[in-house]
């Protein structure tokens, strides 16, 4: 417990710092905060079921606390950032639900995209005049099938389309890291967004019920057969976390198709390079979630 495996490039210490970690009960997010905990990080596992939380932290040695956090209910993450002592040093924005059924979230919202984007853009502006050092987003390959339909955001008009909206999730995580960046450079903040994929992971995100029952075998032998383990998943987030890489640049497996291997800088599609649609993107989220980018609330270098 708390040992990096032995595939696991070195994690420099992390004494001094405080991290939060969306959805670290299980699959990447746990491998990842136990990893920060043993290198010497106040951990703070932001779950949703917090027992599940309380026993993931069991497993972990260092300082590790336990708060409730759903992001698919913006009032539950403003409670969470109300509530939250002190200062984050990192805000590793990691939880989220891939190609379920149709599902709401508890302001209505589409559950891949309120979910993966707007709880996780929601929190990230909240926390925002607390963070020290920077945001970690955890994006997908899935992005590069992924288009922003601005018409039917929440999937009311279209046919639902399980893939297509984690695809759409997915893409705007990459928008909101790199719009994110901008607009952090614009305010002389020296806060960095920076994002990670975990290539092929098979992690608990492919658990029964978690996607369509059709689809679950076919899945689950897939990504167990060709899929990393969590804690080789973990990887890239680690990287992103910790190590000196530039402003708004993106981590993922070195490997073949990056599906496996050490942790390096990656392309993004044409699509999640596109300002315009990242800035429109952000207008329209700051509009869905009533949370906005804290310019004059940021720390100074």
Known sequence: MGRVPPADPTVPGQTGRTVVVTGANSGIGRAAARVLAARGARVVLAVRDTAKGAEAASTMTGEV????LDLADLASVRTFAD????????????????????????????LQFGTNHLGHFALTNLLLPRIRERVVTVASMGHRAGTIDFDDLNWERRRYRAMAAYAQSKLANLLFTAE????????????IATAAHPGLAATNLLRPGSVPAPLHGLASAFFRRVGQSDEEGARPTLYAATADVPPGSYAGPGGAFEGRGAPKLVGRSAAA???????????????LTGVSFPAGELQRP
Do not use: C, H, K, Y
């Not at 002190?86 to 979230?105: E, K, Q, S, W, Y």
């Not at 960046?181 to 806060?191: D, E, F, K, V, W």
């Not at 390079?273 to 207008?283: F, G, I, K, M």
């Open 273 to 287: 390079l596109d300002e315009a649609v990242a800035r429109r993107l952000w207008v329209v989220s700051e509009e």
């Open 65 to 68: 606390g336990v708060r409730r």
């Open 83 to 110: 509530d939250l002592p002190g200062p984050v040093d990192v805000l590793i924005n990691n939880a989220g639900v891939m190609i379920p059924p149709l599902g709401r979230t508890a302001d209505g919202f589409e």
């Open 180 to 191: 994110l960046q901008r607009r952090l450079i614009a305010a002389g903040s020296p806060i």
